[in-house]
C-alpha cells in the first residue's frame, strides 16, 4: 500500500494550492490530511470517508480548504484558498482501512502515510 503526496509549493499569503494523494489502492476507509510545522506536533486539517464521500475539517482550515476525492476514489485533493503564513508546514496524506469515525483527527490512529510534500506561505 502507498500513498504519495504531491502538490506543494511556495505561494504567498491569499494565494491558492491543491495537494493531491494517490493511492495504490481504494480499500481506506478514511483518507485525510495532516500537516507539521517547524517545531510543533503533526495536527489534523482534513478527512474524507471513501464511502459516502464525508468530510471532516480542523477549525482552523474550515471554510478556506476544501478535501474531495475522485470518482475512483484512489485520489483525494486538497483544495487550499486563502492561504496564510500559519499554514506554512509540511503536508502528509494517511489513510486506514478500519479506523473509526471518533478517531479520524488523531495521527497515532492512521496505519499508512504518505511521503510529505512542503508547503510555503509567504507574507
Known amino acids: 500500500v502507498q500513498l504519495q503526496a504531491s502538490g506543494g509549493g511556495l505561494v504567498q499569503a491569499g494565494g491558492s494550492l491543491t495537494l493531491s494523494c494517490a493511492a495504490s489502492?481504494?480499500?481506506?476507509?478514511?483518507i485525510a490530511w495532516f500537516r507539521q510545522a517547524p517545531g510543533k506536533e503533526r495536527e489534523f486539517v482534513a478527512a474524507i470517508r471513501s464511502s459516502g464521500g464525508n468530510t471532516y475539517y480542523a477549525d482552523s482550515v474550515k471554510g478556506r480548504f476544501t478535501i474531495s476525492r475522485d470518482n475512483a476514489g484512489n485520489t483525494v485533493y486538497l483544495l487550499m484558498n486563502n492561504l496564510r503564513p500559519e499554514d506554512t508546514a509540511v503536508y502528509y496524506c494517511?489513510?486506514?482501512?478500519?479506523?473509526?469515525?471518533?478517531?479520524?483527527?488523531?495521527?497515532?490512529?492512521?496505519?499508512?502515510w504518505g511521503q510529505g510534500t512542503l508547503v510555503t506561505v509567504s507574507s
Open positions: 494517511a489513510a486506514d482501512p478500519s479506523i473509526i469515525l471518533s478517531a479520524i483527527r488523531l495521527s497515532r490512529s492512521y496505519a499508512y
Open positions: 489502492t481504494r480499500t481506506f476507509r478514511y
